[in-house]
């Protein structure tokens, strides 16, 4: 399943499950991404950052 998750900045889509805080991930635009505790709404942090238009291109090109 395709998913956003924020993380260095910006909002990357990923396959899969997105990691937990300190967790890291290979995005779509093909990054290695670690995520922060200001990355997970849930825990007090940012919503939206910018979407990464790597990103945004694949997952376009996917759905």
């Known amino acids: 399943m395709l ?3 924020q993380a260095e900045g910006l909002r ?8 937990t ?3 890291s991930f290979v995005s779509l ?3 290695e991404l670690t995520v922060a505790r200001g990355d997970i709404p ?3 942090g940012r919503w939206f950052d910018p979407t990464c ?3 945004e291109r694949e ?5």
């Open 12 to 19: 990357h889509a990923l396959l899969g499950r997105p990691p």
């Open 21 to 23: 805080e300190g967790g």
């Open 59 to 63: 997952w376009l090109t996917r759905v």
């Open 42 to 44: 849930e825990l007090g």
């Open 29 to 31: 635009c093909g990054k």
């Open 53 to 55: 238009t790597g990103c």
């Open 3 to 5: 998913r956003w998750q």
